[in-house]
Nanobody, 126 residues
Framework: QVQLVESGGGLVQAGGSLRLSCAAS????????MGWFRQAPGKERDIVAA????????YYADSVRGRFTISRDNAKNTVFLQMSSLKPEDTAVYYC???????????????????WGPGTQVTVSS
């Protein structure tokens, strides 16, 4: 099992940057596919980015590709989401998740992930 805790959220102006971190507990962190999801009020929880256990396979949602970068440090049991050129529509609660299904060209779904953090709020002002 793995427990996840996100940090790094906050309020930022449009065009700004934030770096989210997700700290994981458990000795099997490196065996999990890690994902970042987000959920805005009244909307579904959608994939933002996902990364394989080696970091060799990465998925980005079209809405964030070129602006966000996902990475992981297995030695520190941490996954990161560097967010740049933020837009008001990026405002949401961001969740870190761990799963076991491999990354493909298809958008990962929230049901593919069995472990979740409590989330961190990101608010982008215009």
């Amino acid at each position: 099992q793995v427990q996840l805790v996100e940090s790094g959220g906050g309020l930022v102006q449009a065009g700004g940057s934030l770096r989210l971190s997700c700290a994981a507990s458990g000795r099997t962190f490196s065996s999990y596919v890690m994902g970042w999801f987000r959920q805005a009020p009244g909307k579904e929880r959608d994939i933002v980015a996902a990364i394989s256990w080696t970091g060799g396979s990465i998925y980005y949602a079209d809405s964030v590709r070129g602006r966000f970068t996902i990475s992981r440090d297995n030695a520190k049991n941490t996954v990161f989401l560097q967010m740049s050129s933020l837009k008001p529509e990026d405002t949401a609660v961001y969740y870190c998740a761990a799963g076991t299904l491999p990354i493909t060209s298809m958008a990962p779904h929230a049901t593919d992930y069995g472990y979740w953090g409590p989330g961190t709020q990101v608010t982008v002002s215009s």
